[in-house]
């Protein structure tokens, strides 16, 4: 009988402890089509950044390459940047096919600039930033949550199909750093948001935004991380307290 | 005493139930196109390491352990392998964007610099997928040169 019990024992925790573990939930899924589509219609057209082909030709053969941190810097593969001396890693994108001379987006041009949608990104954004500033795990949690659904919310359909491709690729790595944000220790979300800054940059280039943002640049962390802020004076997101004013800006975005 | 007894059968009558449960199992015969050593050129020794310390999670092919077929185990297996073959999967690596290569590669790096890849209930089981110091940093300057032409 004792020994009846040690077994029934033993069989039925090994089975309740990997049921629990086998029936953890699955994936959360994502909203992608809920909520702001108000302002859409007013929006940013930056033709004059990507629709300087017209004269048709698309030597695709040599790619050239922009420095990240100062996209006007182009040069091939392996060269350096003029500025910084980093290396051209941006693959710029030879824009699309708007040969026959047809520039549907330009003629949308609105005076308003940025999005409702693109402009909650931006807030979300920043939200977090203060909250690594501060050093605050549990609230950078449930920012990069938020975040990871505004990223979802962002409407493109009022973009150039070159744009919609950008803004979905951004959007798709976006949506997964601030996802892992919301659920790593405050060393893993500083790792994240790094990517994460790069893409809200790469959306900012492309939707705009309503106020000035200032892109600033810690050389310390990680071999050189950047970030956006809305204020001129540096509060370093990757130190937080440990190095508060580490960094410098390096750009403004208006 | 009686009720224990009850309990052991029921328990019993669920296992063995719960075997005739059918998964679909991660196994593929071919290489695709856009596998990550295939696209990459990875050289031997790199190769052999994805493969037996990252493929078995992260593609879509798993070589099974022995244990597999016994139930609950293979649906722990299975949760593991559709957890990982989500936030990377070398099969279809070739797909991503350029954007999202990079992205991944540098969390590959981070992953396996922090001792954090591969899993360690994994490593416990399958000791060879552990890596040495100098495989550690051979793979990590590898993973590093792809990153850089990205």
Not at chain 1, 6 to 34: I, P
Not at chain 1, 152 to 166: I, M
Not at chain 1, 228 to 234: G, K, P, Q, R
Not at chain 2, 88 to 105: G, P, Q, V
Request: aromatic residues 6%; negative net charge; proline residues 2%.
């Amino acid at each position: 009988m004792r020994n009846l019990r040690v077994t029934t024992g033993v069989l039925a925790m090994a089975f309740l402890a990997l049921t629990v573990m086998s029936c953890k939930d699955s994936k959360k899924e994502q909203s992608n089509d809920e909520g702001s589509h108000t302002e859409m219609s007013a929006f940013e057209n930056n033709s004059e950044m990507n629709h300087d082909n017209s004269d048709g030709h698309h030597d695709d053969e040599e790619k050239m390459y922009a420095c990240s941190m100062h996209p006007d810097v182009i040069g091939k593969k392996g060269e350096k940047c003029s500025k910084c001396g980093m290396k051209l890693t941006e693959e710029v994108k030879k824009a699309h096919d708007n040969s026959d001379g047809h520039h549907d987006g330009e003629s949308k041009k609105m005076a308003m600039k940025g999005n409702g949608a693109s402009q909650a990104i931006l807030n979300g954004y920043f939200n977090l930033k203060n909250a690594l500033v501060a050093d605050d795990n549990a609230k950078a949690k449930n920012l990069g949550a938020t975040l990871a659904k505004s990223l979802g919310n962002l409407d493109v359909s009022n973009y150039t199909d070159a744009q919609k491709a950008d803004l979905k690729d951004i959007i798709e790595d976006a949506v997964e750093h601030a996802e892992h944000i919301s659920e790593s220790d405050i060393d893993h979300q500083r790792e994240h948001f790094k990517i994460l800054s790069k893409d809200v940059t790469d959306m900012v280039a492309i939707t705009g935004t309503e106020n000035t943002l200032y892109e600033q640049f810690c050389p310390m962390y990680d071999g050189g991380s950047a970030w956006l802020s809305m204020n001129e004076e540096v509060k370093n997101p990757y130190y937080g307290s440990k190095m508060l004013k580490c960094g410098k800006v390096q750009k403004e975005i208006k | 005493m009686r009720r224990i007894k009850i309990i052991a059968i029921i328990v019993l009558v669920a296992f063995v139930g719960i075997q005739f449960i059918q998964t679909t199992r991660n196994q593929s015969d071919m290489v695709p196109e856009t596998d990550f050593i295939l696209v990459n050129d990875a050289p031997s020794d790199i190769k052999s390491m994805l493969q037996v310390s990252c493929y078995d999670c992260h593609s879509n092919n798993t070589q099974y352990p022995w244990y597999n077929k016994i139930q609950p185990v293979t649906w722990f297996l299975e949760n593991h392998i559709s957890d990982g073959k989500a936030e990377l999967n070398f099969s279809e690596w070739d797909l991503l964007s350029n954007r999202r290569e990079a992205s991944k590669l540098r969390s590959i790096i981070k992953q396996i610099e922090g001792d954090e890849m591969p899993l360690w209930s994994y490593t416990l089981i399958h000791n060879d997928a552990k890596f040495s110091k100098e495989e550690k940093s051979t793979i990590i300057k590898w993973i590093t040169q792809i990153k850089a032409s990205h």
